[in-house]
């Protein structure tokens, strides 16, 4: 997202209002009112509901003037912790910052809620408050993915609300994503591609074979391109700008992806610095190597986005800083202006009878 997308709105506007899990993450509550501030400077329309130890909060956002009348803070009696399991905080999560954050999407105070949480939790908490939409049988997460595409960025999901997905499942996933490319990177008709072991049509599980021909029937309806399977080398590629593909295998790629990009960061710090001559080459390289480090910064790109409940809700990295956080802010800001829970819903609604028809047809075909 880049700032001036949020900049550029009217008068009209003003209040966009932003429910945050404070006590989430593992920064605490300081990382998140600090990016709080930071999206609080670059956005005089924002406005937060902020869930969590009230005495801390007020401490914490009494020193940051910029926060100033513009913080409502709902105090919390605890926080869920980030390996707690979703079942243990569904049962005792009530009174939580997060449960707190969750509901005040529920009850239309605000528009997003923004968690560092744990991810389970916060999904779980999220579809029992907020349930799913009509013709969504499971969520799904997607995030932007750094790219050579134009908007820099491609979207994938789902990475991590649930492992398994079947046909008709990743044929929601390739609606929701798309709805998301064009309302927030602005892709007039986005290319979605299926992630599978290989381009050729004849390779995969018996689901992706069959998703395949459901999302290739119903593209021209939904105004999509559909370039057929894609394998893990398309994911930062300017050959699609949607990936879809079930929670265990997005997952996976998503951390393999991290791990990858820190360990090639300490390799490239160690080189630099092994000799004389290396250590002048990384000054003369400085420039490009900067502009490299900000293009794949995961901080400028966070903000997991759970598709198919009746609100939105971003879930930040549990490490992110101050930078992290206020990039999620701003995701959460945008689709907020954008009014995206009521366009995605109508999309993925107007696509369910569609989408059951070709799911029978294609099972009949195949003799199910």
């Not at 992706?208 to 930062?236: R, T, W, Y």
């Amino acid at each position: 997202m880049t700032d001036d997308v949020i900049e550029n709105r009217s008068p009209s506007d003003l209040r966009t209002v932003i429910s945050v899990d404070a006590m989430g993450g593992d920064r605490g509550a300081e990382a998140v009112v600090g990016g709080m501030a930071l999206s609080a400077e670059i956005n005089p329309e924002i406005r937060f509901i902020v869930h969590g130890d009230s005495a801390r909060l007020e401490e914490l956002i009494g020193k940051r003037a910029i926060l100033s009348e513009r913080c409502e803070i709902r105090h919390a009696d605890s926080a869920i912790a980030m390996d707690e399991k979703p079942s243990h905080a569904m049962r005792n999560g009530k009174g939580s910052s997060m449960w707190g954050a969750i509901d005040s999407v529920r009850d239309g105070e605000a528009t997003v809620a923004v968690s560092c949480g744990n991810t389970g939790a916060l999904m779980a908490i999220s579809m029992v408050r907020l349930r799913r939409a009509p013709g969504v049988n499971r969520p799904a997460i997607a995030i932007l993915w750094p790219s050579d595409n134009p908007q820099n960025y491609n979207v994938m999901l789902d990475v991590g609300a649930d492992i398994k997905a079947d046909a008709p499942d990743l044929l929601k996933f390739a609606l929701m994503g798309a709805s998301y490319a064009r309302n927030g990177l602005g892709v007039a008709i986005p290319r979605v591609g299926l992630l599978n072991v290989g381009t050729e049509e004849h390779k995969g599980r018996a689901e992706l074979k069959e998703a395949h021909e459901m999302i290739a029937a119903s593209s021209s309806q939904n105004d999509i391109v559909f370039v057929g399977f894609v394998e893990g080398g398309d994911i930062p590629s300017d050959r699609v700008d949607v990936i879809v593909t079930d929670g265990f295998t997005g997952n996976v790629a998503l951390k393999t992806a991290e791990g990858t990009a820190k360990a090639i960061g300490r390799q490239l710090r160690a080189a630099f610095k092994r000799t004389l001559m290396s250590r002048l080459g990384a000054l003369f390289a400085y420039s490009s190597m900067r502009q490299l480090r900000e293009k794949i910064d995961p901080r400028r790109a966070n903000g997991g986005v759970f598709l198919g409940l009746n609100g939105t809700v971003i879930k930040s990295h549990g490490s992110a800083d101050a930078t992290g956080v206020s990039a999620a802010i701003k995701l959460a800001f945008t689709l907020a202006q954008l009014g995206f829970a009521d366009k995605i819903a109508a999309r993925v609604a107007s696509a369910v009878p569609h989408g059951d028809d070709v799911a029978n047809a294609v099972r009949s075909e195949n003799g199910e």
